[in-house]
């Protein structure tokens, strides 16, 4: 009789009121979850990170001063092949072994030990310094120490005056 549309006609504020009250809701809900949510999720990734990745110190050369951390993934609990717990960075604190492209302020991804494979390089504790260098086995109970600070110098010790602290297995330079 009216020619207008039943929902035009009985709906229309009803409508209008509905759709501004589920607006509203949807707000609510969505600050509220947001705020929940993000805390659960932050906790949620590191506690599924913590077993995937580790800090990993950088510290000079007495092992005491920490100069901050790097992130690693850890892989059958090692990082890159070294028990996660002896991982370690060092910052190279001269130019000893700049022939090795070591030089001061590069890092070194380092494990902790206390063996000698040979041509290795190592941190090593010897006539009272900490110093890193290539450790040559000569047999029986002597081994070379190399250093290449642009020439190459080298000392023969009996291996009971070298304590190893750390082998080094790669470098990172810094451009």
């Known amino acids: 009789?009216?020619?207008?549309?039943?929902?035009?006609?009985?709906?229309?504020?009803?409508?209008?009121?509905?759709?501004?009250?589920?607006?509203?809701?949807?707000?609510?809900?969505?600050?509220?979850?947001?705020?929940?949510?993000?805390?659960?999720?932050?906790?949620?990734?590191?506690?599924?990170?913590?077993?995937?990745?580790?800090?990993?110190?950088v510290l000079d050369y007495s092992l005491s001063n920490k100069k901050g951390s790097k992130e690693m993934p850890i892989h059958s609990n090692k990082i890159e092949g070294i028990t996660q717990d002896k991982a370690l960075y060092l910052e190279i604190e001269n130019d000893e072994m700049s022939g090795y492209r070591m030089l001061k302020g590069d890092l070194a991804f380092a494990g902790l030990t206390k063996e000698i494979e040979n041509n290795g390089i190592y941190l090593v504790d010897y006539k009272g310094k900490r110093?890193?260098?290539?450790?040559?086995?000569?047999?029986?109970?002597?081994?070379?120490?190399?250093?290449?600070?642009?020439?190459?110098?080298?000392?023969?010790?009996?291996?009971?005056?070298?304590?190893?602290?750390?082998?080094?297995?790669?470098?990172?330079?810094?451009l």
């Open 131 to 174: 110093a890193i260098r290539q450790i040559k086995s000569l047999g029986g109970s002597k081994i070379l120490l190399v250093s290449n600070n642009g020439s190459l110098l080298t000392e023969t010790l009996e291996k009971k005056e070298v304590n190893v602290v750390a082998k080094i297995k790669r470098i990172e330079i810094n």
């Open 1 to 57: 009789i009216l020619k207008a549309d039943f929902n035009d006609v009985s709906m229309l504020v009803t409508d209008e009121a509905l759709l501004e009250e589920r607006k509203a809701m949807k707000e609510m809900k969505t600050s509220f979850s947001e705020k929940n949510n993000n805390t659960k999720k932050d906790e949620v990734w590191t506690n599924a990170f913590s077993s995937v990745l580790k800090n990993i110190p």
